[in-house]
């Protein structure tokens, strides 16, 4: 257990308590987070508004809390990585000076569940400005919130595999004002872990990303259909079809929030934020080995039987072989829509598509760009890290935004046909 201390420099605040709710995604999804998180919360059950949220960096954005904010975040949002409860805050570098800020902020704060015991973890985000290991970081808050439990009569029970609360810890802010911020977790962890997923295939896309490539398309769900010729397992159709509905991705009794006394007077349940929106979705794939991953995936997320059958349509087809007439016989609704949008997450030749070689790959890439030539109006979305597809792909992008899918450096392309 580590005791009081100080840092001989102290920057100013040296420990103060937090309020905000924290939306953290990937690189440069900051946009993509607000506009989502917008969105929803219009349509939620509450009468209430969203501040601009404060920025930092471009992967984490800051807002006020409010439980029903809060709690529409946790339940729905779908293009943030982790959603989290700041609690308190430190710029110690250093173990003993961190413990002995966080002990006493963290003893005056209510908003840590009560009762007779508490299962919990701790999770240690990037903090490598810090003068210590992860794992000594991890400890050092560990001890602090044992301590804090103990002061109140509870039993401490570290539990990392069923935590009925994770609080998380990472180091943010400016170069010149660094600190080490202490959360709780009320997103339910990962936040591309849906639970939809039951059949994996062999590269697959983050639903987070997934969610982010459809938001960026600017598809209208209402007057335009959505067409993933390359689904494998489905991710980016679930996905679309999620955000058309406004769907929930976590039911607030498996959250956090259950825990929470600030939440204990919101809603249980997670209607559909648009019910009335029907999304007209072409799922397609060349290899017809993948079709029953696909349905698997679309039946654990809710999505198939008669309620669903026009809206969303799985089949085998190239998307070299792709035309217009095609795609009408398939979702005969798409003749009194809109020119719609293609979403789709091609191989880069570095795990899946690596066997066929780089010259197979860019022809691929080519004919692609040639059916969708036949699609004049349409928008064409990708994630891509493949240097080489836009040449290949033989169209300008209207819109480049870098990007990382599981470590690998691409980029969203948005392409208008």
Not at 70 to 77: D, I, Q
Not at 82 to 96: K, M, P, Q
Not at 287 to 306: H, K, Q, S, Y
Not at 340 to 351: I, L, Q
Request: glycine fraction near 8%; hydrophobic fraction near 45%; charged fraction near 25%.
């Amino acid at each position: 257990m580590y005791g009081s201390g100080s840092d001989i420099i102290r920057p100013v605040p040296r420990n103060v308590q937090e309020t905000h709710l924290r939306l953290t995604g990937s690189g440069g999804a900051n946009r993509v987070m607000e506009a989502e998180f917008k969105r929803l919360v219009m349509r939620s059950p509450f009468e209430v508004q969203v501040d601009k949220p404060k920025r930092e960096g471009e992967s984490t954005l800051l807002y006020p809390f409010d439980a029903r904010t809060a709690w529409v975040a946790a339940c729905y949002h779908r293009t943030s990585s982790r959603i989290s409860w700041d609690l308190c805050s430190s710029s110690a570098v250093r173990l003993e000076p961190l413990f002995a800020d966080l002990v006493p902020l963290l003893m005056a704060d209510d908003r840590i569940p009560s009762g007779e015991r508490l299962r919990f973890s701790v999770e240690v985000g990037s903090a490598s400005d810090f003068e210590a290991a992860p794992l000594q970081l991890r400890g050092v808050v560990k001890n602090a919130i044992v301590e804090v439990l103990a002061s109140r009569a509870m039993t401490a029970e570290l539990d990392a595999d069923t935590p009925e609360v994770v609080f998380v810890v990472r180091r943010v802010g400016t170069p010149e004002a660094r600190r080490t911020v202490v959360g709780i977790d009320i997103g339910g962890g990962a936040r591309h872990r849906r639970g939809a997923r039951v059949a994996m295939g062999p590269a697959p896309f983050r639903e987070t990303m997934a969610a982010q490539l459809i938001m960026l398309s600017r598809w209208d769900a209402r007057t335009e259909p959505l067409i993933d010729p390359m689904a494998g397992g489905g991710t980016i159709p679930i996905e679309a079809a999620g955000l058309a509905a406004g769907a929930a991705i976590r039911r607030p009794v498996d959250l956090p929030i259950s825990r929470l006394d600030a939440f204990q007077d919101l809603p249980i349940r997670t209607p559909d934020l648009f019910p009335g929106t029907v999304p007209r979705i072409l799922a397609l794939d060349a290899d017809p080995e993948r079709i029953p991953a696909m349905v698997g995936n679309l039946r654990a997320a809710g999505l198939t039987g008669t309620a669903h059958e026009n809206s969303i349509v799985i089949a085998t087809q190239d998307v070299r072989s792709l035309t217009p007439d095609y795609v009408h016989r398939m979702l005969p609704a798409s003749r009194d829509m809109q020119p719609g949008v293609f979403c789709f997450n091609p191989p880069y030749g570095v795990r899946l598509g690596a066997d066929q070689g780089a010259k197979k790959l860019l022809t691929l890439y080519s004919e692609m760009g040639r059916a969708f030539s036949r699609f004049s109006g349409w928008r064409a979305a990708c994630f891509v890290a493949n240097p080489h597809f836009i040449e290949a792909f033989g169209h300008t992008p209207a819109m480049t935004k870098p990007a990382t899918n599981a470590e690998l450096r691409g980029a969203f392309l948005v392409f208008d046909l």
